[in-house]
């Protein structure tokens, strides 16, 4: 029998390994886990959300993305739905970062309500992380630049979670965005 904090720990522990030698970028090289991880702690806390294959996705939103995972794995070890909510997340490196930056504007209107809540709460903790410290070898201007992009990006998600949209606004506003 799965209880839903079983099933959370596994896709914690996956998340985890898959992550294992990676880092955010800012200066003191935090370990990558922490941002899933605080994905998903802004959607249950922050948002409410207790769908737990939301949940689930939030930890794993940068898997494929990142690391050798690919959707069959996440398809074959947590299901359709999981895998589904990451794909519609997850960025084709193949693509000019400013073509999937472009992409991700453009795509937001139309993905599902559950991979909205995902990308809101990522936004959320970028943009909380930005505030917190800059990148390294980032500028203040990257940094806006980052911010008036990422409002653009939320645009597209409205009417789907307000208490986070509410919180994004706030970030916005105080960047002047």
């Known amino acids: 029998m799965n209880s839903d904090a079983t099933i959370l720990l596994e896709t914690v522990n996956f998340a985890a390994e898959k992550h294992r030698n990676q880092r955010r970028k800012d200066p003191e090289g935090t370990p990558y886990i922490n941002h899933p991880i605080g994905v998903a702690r802004i959607l249950s806390h922050e948002g409410g959300v207790t769908d737990i294959e939301v949940l689930q996705a939030a930890l794993l939103h940068d898997t494929v993305e990142d690391t050798d995972t690919s959707i069959a794995e996440l398809e074959i070890t947590f299901g359709a739905t999981v895998a589904r909510i990451v794909q519609?997340?997850?960025?084709?490196?193949t693509l000019p970062k400013q073509e999937r930056k472009r992409l991700q504007v453009e795509h937001?209107?139309?993905?599902?309500?559950?991979?909205?809540?995902?990308?809101l709460?990522?936004?959320l903790y970028n943009l909380r992380d930005l505030n917190r410290c800059t990148p390294t070898g980032w500028t203040a201007e990257r940094v806006q630049e980052y911010f008036v992009w990422a409002s653009q990006v939320v645009k597209g998600l409205k009417g789907t979670n307000p208490a986070l949209e509410e919180k994004l606004e706030e970030l916005f506003k105080q960047r002047g965005v």
């Open 108 to 119: 937001a209107p139309h993905r599902s309500h559950q991979a909205k809540l995902v990308k």
């Open 88 to 93: 519609e997340v997850t960025d084709d490196k």
């Open 121 to 123: 709460a990522d936004k």
